[in-house]
């Protein structure tokens, strides 16, 4: 019989948790306000951010009084002779170790327990020396026949994804982001799905599922589209940022800071229910409700 090892301790105080974003940084603050409430099981020891001239990252540190750790990707490759961070060539894949190990350094001080990613846009191994949870604006439960997560992919792409299928309820997931290899690109959106949200309604507003499909067979690539799919794709993402992304990760959070997910050694995913770990596919947060276990029966 396998025995469950939870993925993280249960301790006697509230976690230190580090949040690192790249954007607008709502989840963000969604998570620091979670973290003031009376008895939270998690507390944020500093905010990091890889692009601090691009994003929101000082204005919310010093809104909520928080440290800041600036670790510029853009400009840190620019003066290593690079003018992309995407990881496809060696020298490239180099730099993001190096860049990496500055990362670790400067987040130290902190003393972090975990990590959330909110929002947090460049792939980093930081994942291999401290826990870090991801949102994901897709429903990574969701597989082909062979097991391959169908909803994978950055920005729009997953919405876009369920939207084609003509899913009618769209759902934020919570991973624990795992170590890359190489490009990435087969490591993307792997590990535990710690949590899904409950359905959201695409918002199609009159978008006839034919044409869309249509546009997107005739998008040319590495051209960024500005379409039909696009505009509906755009609509949903707000829509499930504030009833997905916002409701299932503070949520997440706290239940991983209270130590009740585990996995054994075939990498089943177990839930602290009543004292004892129990094995399920993944635990659904539906808005305004108590957690739902996904059990396996």
């Not at 624990?176 to 993307?188: E, R, V």
């Not at 959201?200 to 799919?229: F, M, N, Q």
């Not at 996995?263 to 995913?269: G, M, P, R, T, Y």
Request: contains cysteine; negative net charge.
């Amino acid at each position: 019989m396998n025995t469950p090892k939870p993925l993280f301790p249960k301790l006697d105080r509230p976690a230190r948790v580090i949040v690192l974003m790249s954007g607008s940084g709502s989840n963000a603050e969604v998570l620091i306000r979670a973290s003031r409430m009376e008895n939270s099981s998690f507390t944020i020891c500093a905010l990091v951010t890889d692009r601090p001239e691009r994003c929101r990252a000082r204005e919310i540190a010093s809104m909520y009084h928080l440290p800041l750790v600036e670790c510029d990707i853009f400009d840190f490759y620019k003066r290593n002779g690079e003018n992309s961070i995407r990881l496809d060539t060696p020298h490239r894949r180099e730099l993001r170790n190096e860049w990496n190990a500055l990362l670790e350094k400067a987040i130290e001080p902190f003393a972090p327990d975990f990590g959330a990613l909110a929002g947090f846009v460049p792939l980093t191994n930081l994942a291999a020396k401290l826990p870090l949870l991801n949102v994901h604006p897709g429903d990574l439960t969701a597989t082909d026949e062979t097991g391959r997560r169908l909803y994978t992919g950055l920005h729009h792409l997953p919405v876009e994804l369920a939207i084609l299928d003509g899913v009618s309820g769209l759902r934020s997931s919570v991973i624990l982001a795992q170590p890359y290899s190489g490009d990435g690109n087969s490591d993307m959106d792997s590990g535990p799905v710690l949590g899904v949200s409950g359905p959201v309604a695409p918002k199609l507003d009159g978008a006839i599922l034919s044409r869309l499909k249509k546009l997107y067979e005739i998008r040319i690539p590495g051209v960024t589209p500005s379409d039909r799919l696009r505009e509906v794709a755009d609509a949903s993402l707000e829509e499930l940022k504030y009833h997905g992304d916002h409701v299932i990760f503070p949520r997440v959070v706290s239940d991983f800071a209270l130590g009740k997910y585990a996995v054994d050694a075939n990498e089943q995913l177990y839930y602290e229910i009543d004292g004892s770990f129990v094995p399920v596919e993944t635990i659904e947060y539906p808005e305004g409700a108590a957690p739902n276990p996904r059990v396996i029966k």
